[in-house]
């Protein structure tokens, strides 16, 4: 009796011995840090639409203006926003655009004659635009933003008083700051104070706004910055 009372304690203590692993431990991986926070646009509380701060978010968060200042011109809403290369705003002004709507312009346009332009023609492409400081046919210094295609920035012309850009440009109605050739007019005050010291000695970059595609198709790279990581952009 007592050899199998021993034998049964046997078996209980060896079913009940844990078993032992073979082979090192693996360590616990720590777990990855969270993503940085994506950069934004200061736009130091001044109203805009959200395309503007889409793309100015954008451009902050890629770098894309590459440390250069850049400017956004909001078609829609015949506005242009000049910020520093950081991604704060310098200034933002009314401006007037082409008479007709759309983004992309007639291959040669720029060197068309304006009294040769049809209504339709009357385009301010949308893109981005490496710019920079040059003289025009008659040798004011204006910002050609895009030299080949004829496009610049400049105070408002008033060759033609039947245009009326001057009280256009200070119409609260979007439709009334369409009636250029496709070149961008700002208020002088705007362009003196603002672009011509911001672009003397250096290039900028200047992101024009779609208002029939969309800003993926017209800026190839462009993301969402709040959807940064995911497939949704617009």
Not at 67 to 75: A, E, L, N, T, V
Not at 185 to 201: A, L
Request: include cysteine; aromatic fraction near 8%.
């Amino acid at each position: 009796l007592l050899c199998v009372m021993l034998l049964v304690a046997g078996c209980a203590t060896t079913a009940t011995k844990p078993a032992v692993l073979s082979g090192p431990v693996s360590p616990v991986s720590p777990a990855p840090p969270p993503p940085p926070p994506p950069k934004r646009a200061d736009f130091e509380n001044q109203p805009s639409s959200g395309d503007t701060q889409h793309v100015a978010d954008w451009v902050v968060d890629s770098g894309d203006s590459h440390g250069m200042p850049f400017m956004i011109i909001d078609k829609t809403y015949a506005t242009v926003y000049m910020f520093e290369p950081e991604g704060h705003l310098l200034a933002e002004a009314p401006c007037l655009i082409g008479l007709t709507k759309g983004d992309v312009c007639d291959p040669g346009i720029g060197r068309e004659k304006l009294s040769q332009m049809v209504p339709s023609q009357r385009i301010t492409p949308a893109g981005r635009f490496v710019a920079s400081l040059g003289p025009d046919l008659k040798g004011k210094i204006v910002l050609w933003v895009d030299y080949n295609g004829g496009l610049g920035l400049h105070w408002v012309a008033t060759g033609n008083p039947k245009e009326h850009r001057l009280e256009r440009i200070a119409s609260p109605n979007p439709a009334d700051h369409r009636i250029s050739y496709g070149c961008i007019n700002v208020p002088n005050s705007f362009y003196q104070d603002v672009v011509k010291p911001t672009f003397t000695g250096k290039k900028g970059v200047v992101y024009i706004l779609p208002e029939v595609q969309s800003n993926s198709e017209t800026f190839k790279s462009y993301y969402r910055v709040e959807l940064k990581g995911k497939s949704a952009t617009r």
